[in-house]
């Protein structure tokens, strides 16, 4: 991949600046340089003071870390944004169908559309969840879908996370943080605005509560604790939609309601934003060990007394093989073309494709099916011959457990760095929040971005920073 | 609210309040050794670690008890679970654990708090600066308190942020006064008689009593004001009395907000007879430290009636 197939977002191959960037490249061209500098500072000392941290698995004396924030925004027109909510909207809709489906009737595996043996064998399908339909029909309350751009017009999207989307408090964090430090850049680019996004959520986990609930019903988050790496976002969105926040210690099964211990006895609780996972929900359903789930809350759960959100076993359609049949699944429920294309995904698991695989490997990037955060994917142009050949072993022992993709050339967006901007690979996670009363898309989302040269690899656990996403109000 | 929670803000409060007041006495034991001889210098940084109940502990890692090392092992010391920076990392802690029932401004206070005297205390202190760090943290405690006081909610929380800070700071002011009276007046007939007006001073600067003091009694020195005003004057802050009206009030809120009391609530009502419509030579008589023993233990068993009352582990 050559440096002019690239698509940069704010310059054009002439070196003229795309319409989305106009007004900031007019407003950035006036700043002086030693004041964007001290800004680039204060940004990060603005987030250590805030308690904006995440804390990395397997690092030392690094439990607690900032992702990094580039100050330059990442922009999206009103119009291309218009197009994609429609997409995005569209492949939501039909996650949340295909959960119900594969829960129930599995008329898609009667159909010939999808094998069976993909979720047979996947460790986030709940056989205990088999017949039962959640309050209000909703499996996937949050949604993260992310994006990738390659072209003007080209957005397909790289992974959904139907399981538990983090990263929404950064979305909200980073606009704060952008009109505390430039607020007379608001004024004069109109940008449509986040902030909205915990009362849009309350009000989404309020309309999926279960019908013994009362009229105001009570939401509470649940988090592992204070040394989970996204504890800063349980906290911060319980904190700005006026739940509570609870750990599994707070929480016990009684009179068939879910309860937590408050300083005047048990309450119940109506709905469960929960951030811990399935296996951990339950030890007595579940994994026996978990001392972070509440024992029981799946009998209560299944009695239709408590809404989980999301519902347990929506981790099936975060697996990398189920992706690669999405424009099927979205073909098969909404009687539409998919609006959105996914990445070209070779299915290890399929020997002509398998073989292909194997013969270019320097080439492809080969995923995990069920691996998230970029740990345990090869990306073939940047290993070495050694990396790519003890790759070529884990694929040949269990090539079922494998998918590749082509290394895309993902858009760049320029970062600040000492020497000037400098152009960063970036993705997209726009979120979404589903509800019988529809769905709501907040504008924009959160970019991530590698922060090296040449990088890919965007998350954050990985060394990726994020930036401030603007969708223009044009 | 939840239980876990108010168990958090009022554990965190005591933290804060207890470094404070940890840097106080420091101060006042510096001051101390610097007026008067190597003996009485030893002695005074002795009843220091006395006082915070440490002294076993550092016994076990010191053979001396030379400024620089009793300042280090209060303030910083790894072997030292008690130290200032180790209560201010778990107030940080429980402010992380409360995030969502603090206001922004107390967890940014509480936070910069602990990332600065986590600078200042990563080397040992020097005596020159031994001043510039103990102020240090109690700016930062102070800090703390005042945004809980100007950006809190008067709710539920709020009540056991105060019930925490009062608890602890009853505590702190009868050990020291033990500590204190204990090892300057081996004798009763000393009561009345004048006194050795440093020795007394220091008293009064560990509970930043001293100013209140010279106010109220023209620089007469004595042992009886002194008593009375830490014990039972309820104007000054960090004496028994006030400590036991914030709490009372605190409980007081509590109760209206649920509609019923429990059994803190007596255990209160109990402890505060003691205290009020007493006379020093009433306390006198029965004997100043076993007024203040018993004193402590009653803190001791309100706060343990709180957390059981309030649901904080169970």
């Not at chain 1, 704010?10 to 900031?24: K, N």
């Not at chain 1, 975060?318 to 699944?329: G, L, Q, R, V």
């Not at chain 2, 306390?283 to 076993?290: A, K, R, S, T, V």
Request: net charge neutral; glycine share 8%; with cysteine.
């Amino acid at each position: 991949m050559s440096a002019g197939d690239l698509f940069d977002e704010m310059h054009a191959p002439d070196g003229s600046v795309r319409d989305a960037y106009r007004l900031y490249h007019n407003w950035l061209t006036e700043q002086d340089s030693a004041w964007m500098r001290r800004k680039h500072f204060e940004a990060e000392s603005f987030f250590r003071r805030t308690g904006i941290t995440f804390n990395v698995y397997g690092e030392e004396d690094a439990e607690e870390r900032l992702i990094p924030f580039d100050m330059v925004p990442r922009i999206i027109t009103g119009g291309e944004w218009r197009k994609l909510t429609r997409g995005i909207e569209q492949r939501v809709r039909a996650l949340n169908a295909f959960m119900h489906d594969l829960y129930h009737r599995q008329e898609i595996i009667r159909s010939g559309r999808l094998p069976e043996r993909l979720f047979r064998n996947n460790k986030a399908w709940l056989p205990e969840m088999v017949g039962f339909t959640p309050p209000g029909g909703v499996y996937t309350h949050i949604v993260g879908i992310d994006l990738v751009r390659t072209g003007p017009d080209e957005f397909l999207v790289l992974e959904d996370n139907a399981r538990t989307p983090s990263g929404v408090s950064y979305m909200l964090e980073n606009r704060e943080t952008m009109m505390a430090m430039f607020p007379e850049l608001f004024s004069r680019v109109k940008v449509q605005p986040v902030s909205n996004y915990p009362r849009r959520l309350a009000k989404s986990l309020t309309a999926c509560a279960p019908p013994c609930a009362s009229a105001n019903p009570t939401v509470a988050v649940l988090t592992p604790g204070i040394y989970n790496s996204a504890y800063f976002e349980h906290a911060f969105l319980a904190d700005q939609m006026g739940a509570e926040l609870v750990e599994g210690s707070d929480l016990r099964v009684i009179d068939g309601r879910v309860q937590m211990r408050t300083t005047q006895g048990f309450q119940p609780i109506d709905v469960l934003y929960r951030r811990v996972d399935d296996d951990f929900l339950d030890p007595l359903t579940f994994n026996p060990e978990s001392v972070l789930g509440v024992p029981g809350i799946m009998d209560v759960y299944r009695a239709g007394r408590v809404t989980i959100a999301n519902a347990p076993g929506t981790g099936v359609a975060d697996d990398k093989a189920i992706y690669s049949f999405m424009p099927e699944i979205v073909e098969f429920y909404t009687g539409e073309k998919p609006l959105l294309p996914n990445v070209q995904t070779w299915r290890c698991a399929d020997p002509d494709s398998l073989k292909y695989v194997l013969a270019h490997l320097p080439e492809l990037v080969v995923k995990e099916v069920h691996g998230s955060g970029g740990y345990g994917m090869l990306i073939g142009p940047t290993s070495t011959r050694k990396e790519i050949a003890e790759f070529r072993e884990k694929l040949l022992a269990r090539p079922d457990n494998y998918i590749a993709q082509p290394t895309l050339s993902l858009s760049t967006c320029p970062i600040y760095t000492r020497s000037g901007l400098a152009p960063r690979h970036v993705d997209l996670r726009p979120f979404v929040l589903v509800s019988p009363e529809g769905i709501d898309i907040t504008p924009g989302g959160l970019t991530r971005v590698a922060l090296k040269k040449g990088s890919l690899v965007v998350n954050s656990s990985q060394g990726g920073g994020t930036k401030d996403s603007w969708v223009l109000d044009d | 609210m939840l239980g876990r929670v108010a168990n958090g803000m009022f554990w965190m409060y005591r933290y804060l309040e207890r470094a404070e007041n940890t840097a106080r006495l420091l101060a006042a034991g510096h001051r101390m050794a610097l007026t008067k001889g190597a003996d009485i210098a030893d002695e005074e940084w002795r009843s220091v670690l006395t006082t915070l109940g440490q002294l076993q502990q550092y016994k076990a890692h010191h053979d001396d008890f030379a400024g620089a090392h009793v300042c280090d092992f209060v303030l910083r010391s790894k072997a030292n679970d008690q130290s200032v920076l180790s209560m201010f990392e778990r107030a940080r802690t429980n402010a992380r654990t409360c995030r969502s029932a603090i206001t922004a401004e107390v967890w940014e206070a509480v936070n910069e708090g602990y990332m600065s005297l986590r600078d200042l205390l990563a080397r040992p202190v020097r005596e020159a600066s031994l001043n510039v760090a103990l102020s240090a943290i109690r700016r930062e405690s102070t800090l703390a308190r005042g945004a809980t006081h100007g950006s809190m909610m008067r709710n539920e929380g709020y009540s056991f942020v105060r019930l925490g800070t009062f608890a602890e700071r009853a505590d702190n002011t009868a050990r020291i006064l033990d500590v204190k009276y204990y090892l300057l007046l081996p004798s009763l007939s000393y009561v009345g008689t004048p006194l050795d007006t440093g020795q007394w001073d220091n008293v009064l600067r560990s509970l930043s009593g001293e100013r209140a003091y010279r106010w109220l009694n023209a620089g007469r020195m004595e042992a009886r004001s002194i008593a009375e005003l830490l014990i039972l004057d309820d104007r000054f802050p960090r004496s028994l009395a006030f400590c036991y009206t914030a709490m009372r009030d605190n409980l007081a809120s509590l109760a209206r907000l649920h509609g019923r009391e429990g059994p803190a609530h007596d255990l209160m009502r109990e402890a505060d007879q003691r205290l009020t419509g007493r006379t020093v030579e009433d306390i006198f008589d029965q004997g100043l430290h076993q007024f203040l023993t018993e004193f402590i233990s009653r803190n001791q068993a309100v706060a343990s009636a709180i957390a059981e009352q309030y649901r904080f582990n169970a």
